[in-house]
Protein backbone atom coordinates (compact mmCIF):
# COMPACT_ATOMS: atom_id res chain seq x y z
CA UNK A 1 0.00 0.00 0.00
CA UNK A 2 2.86 2.47 0.49
CA UNK A 3 3.68 1.91 -2.83
CA UNK A 4 0.65 3.39 -3.96
CA UNK A 5 1.09 6.38 -1.92
CA UNK A 6 5.10 6.58 -2.98
CA UNK A 7 3.63 6.45 -6.70
CA UNK A 8 1.08 8.93 -6.03
CA UNK A 9 2.78 11.82 -4.98
CA UNK A 10 5.58 10.84 -7.84
CA UNK A 11 2.95 11.88 -10.50
CA UNK A 12 2.23 15.07 -8.92
CA UNK A 13 3.66 17.79 -10.40
CA UNK A 14 3.74 20.89 -7.80
CA UNK A 15 3.52 20.15 -4.54
CA UNK A 16 0.19 21.11 -2.77
CA UNK A 17 -1.29 20.77 0.32
CA UNK A 18 -3.59 18.30 0.54
CA UNK A 19 -5.87 19.87 3.28
CA UNK A 20 -6.24 23.21 2.12
CA UNK A 21 -4.74 23.38 -1.25
CA UNK A 22 -1.60 25.90 -0.58
CA UNK A 23 1.24 25.12 -2.57
CA UNK A 24 4.21 23.82 -0.38
CA UNK A 25 7.46 24.97 -0.85
CA UNK A 26 10.55 22.26 -1.96
CA UNK A 27 12.50 23.04 1.00
CA UNK A 28 9.48 22.28 3.57
CA UNK A 29 10.22 18.07 2.92
CA UNK A 30 9.70 17.29 6.20
CA UNK A 31 6.26 18.79 6.55
CA UNK A 32 5.08 15.87 3.99
CA UNK A 33 1.84 16.92 2.51
CA UNK A 34 0.40 19.66 4.21
CA UNK A 35 1.52 23.58 4.38
CA UNK A 36 2.27 25.47 7.20
CA UNK A 37 -1.07 26.68 8.54
CA UNK A 38 -2.39 23.34 8.53
CA UNK A 39 0.62 21.55 10.10
CA UNK A 40 -0.04 24.23 12.65
CA UNK A 41 -3.67 22.77 13.53
ZN1 LIG B 1 -2.71 23.71 4.07
Known amino acids: MIENVVEFFKNLPPKQCTTCG ?3 DEQHECYGSKCDSC ?3
Open 22 to 24: EKI
Open 39 to 41: NNL
